[in-house]
């Protein structure tokens, strides 16, 4: 039997929202000059109790911002938008 602090945090596994997240990040900083990947948090944190914690960016923003290319990322403003607020909902819209 896991006790609860064995059961609380990590999940020993990547999960997929994690993956796109880690991939979108690294697309910033592959696209944005001086992006603060370190401002963006891309791990889930199962919570105990306490509200699980989840990606900064949603399986559906991180996809959108891997689908734009460079340019596209920075005319719409995206390097800064998500570096003043990574839990940006809306961005493909």
Do not use: Y
């Not at 059961?7 to 000059?33: K, M, N, P, Q, S």
């Not at 699980?52 to 403003?77: K, T």
Request: aromatic fraction near 4%.
């Amino acid at each position: 039997m896991i006790g609860a602090a064995g059961a609380c945090g990590a999940l020993g596994f990547v999960r997929e929202d994690e993956i796109e997240c880690e991939e979108a990040v690294a697309h910033l900083e592959h696209c944005c000059v001086e992006f603060p990947s370190a401002k963006v948090s891309c791990d889930f944190i199962a919570g105990c109790t306490e509200p699980d914690i989840h990606p900064d960016l949603s399986i559906e923003v991180a996809e959108c911002v891997q689908a734009m290319d460079c340019d596209a990322l920075r005319a719409r403003d995206l390097c800064a938008r998500i570096a003043d607020d990574p839990r940006i909902a809306r961005i493909c819209e």
